[in-house]
């Protein structure tokens, strides 16, 4: 506790001896490294305010929706071309075995915490309220550039179809590349507007994306398989053991997204079980996509064929 002075607000706990001294820096020092004890973390996870409404299959939904995307459309490419050749796939599945023992670290975190926030109420546990508050912001950041980003690409696809393929007469506000694009903004709006109607609203939609997306990976896979004749090891590239362990390390970035689950920790249905559940299966599942995508790209094309921009 803090000696000569009030208690903490009840909730909190301080890890800290001040000293006594009319220094108001020392109260304030003390009030930002103000941690949660686990007790309270439990009544505020018994007793939240959100439902707990997402199930098992829905965590499931929302982790691979968040990670699939430019790993098995893009990311496939370049390390078949630059790093692994046809041994891509191997880079694969060493990027999901190393991720996929960070993810299960992160899920114990998220089972034993199951707020809303992630990393933030970790923090706020394990370190203070002040490194709880960087830890926020940091996370906000990090999706609020995520989804602008996402939203642009989209955009800028949708608009070079229109004006490219299909020869429609395009005004030059919406001309792709500009430096604003007011169809990512309305991308961005409508996104909020889904999320703002409820979040079993918003689950629905992201099911029905991520459906589709998945549809799409399998068709993918199934589609190049029957057109390169089928699976043979000698149609596969070898490539190098260096080559393949430094695509990798590229590989890894394959698999940003998972660590969404664990913000859901305060709406999701049992959450001891199905948090830790959501997080391994959204690596396994991905690493099976992204593996099967590379054989199937390395049985058709060779990795001089390759263009990392088509």
């Known amino acids: 506790g803090i000696r000569g002075r009030s208690a903490p607000p009840v909730g909190f706990v301080v890890h ?8 108001g820096s020392q109260s304030l020092l003390a009030r930002m490294l103000l941690r949660k004890p686990l007790r309270v973390v439990r ?27 430019t790993g098995v459309f893009v990311l496939s490419c370049s390390l078949a071309k630059d790093f692994a050749a046809g041994y891509s796939f191997i880079s ?16 114990e975190l998220a089972a034993k915490f199951p707020l809303a926030g992630g990393n933030y109420a970790y ?28 939203s642009r690409a989209w955009a800028d696809k949708l608009l070079s ?19 604003v694009s007011p169809v ?12 703002l109607l409820g979040v079993e609203e918003g689950q629905y939609v992201a099911n029905v994306w991520t459906f589709i997306k998945i549809g799409l990976v399998v068709f993918i896979i199934v589609a190049g398989s029957f057109a390169s004749g089928g699976f043979s090891a000698e149609k596969i590239e070898p490539g190098s053991t ?11 970035f394959g698999f940003i997204g998972w660590d969404v689950i664990c913000c859901l920790g305060a709406e999701a249905i049992d959450p001891d079980r199905n948090l830790p ?18 054989v199937v790209l390395a049985m058709m094309v060779s990795s001089d064929e390759l263009d990392d921009e088509e």
């Not at 694969?92 to 899920?107: D, Q």
């Not at 559940?277 to 590379?294: D, E, H, K, Q």
């Open 16 to 23: 800290l001896r001040v000293m006594d001294g009319p220094s």
């Open 43 to 69: 009544t505020e996870a018994a007793e939240g305010e959100l439902r707990r409404v997402l199930s098992l299959l829905d965590l499931l939904v929302v982790g691979v929706g968040s990670t699939i995307g």
């Open 92 to 107: 694969w599945i060493i990027a999901g075995a190393a991720t996929l023992l960070a993810a299960m670290s992160y899920a």
């Open 123 to 150: 923090s706020y546990v394990a370190l203070g309220e002040v490194f709880a508050a960087i830890t926020g912001w940091c996370l906000v950041l990090e999706y609020a550039v995520g989804t602008a980003a996402v």
């Open 161 to 179: 179809f229109l004006s490219d393929d299909l020869d429609l007469w395009l005004p030059e506000i919406l001309q792709p590349g500009r430096l």
């Open 184 to 195: 990512a903004a309305a991308l961005q709006l409508m996104c909020c507007g889904v999320l």
């Open 242 to 252: 260096d080559g393949v362990l430094r695509g990798a390390m590229v590989a890894c």
């Open 277 to 294: 559940r959501a997080v391994g299966g959204t690596i396994l599942i991905c690493t099976a996509f992204y593996a099967s995508a590379a």
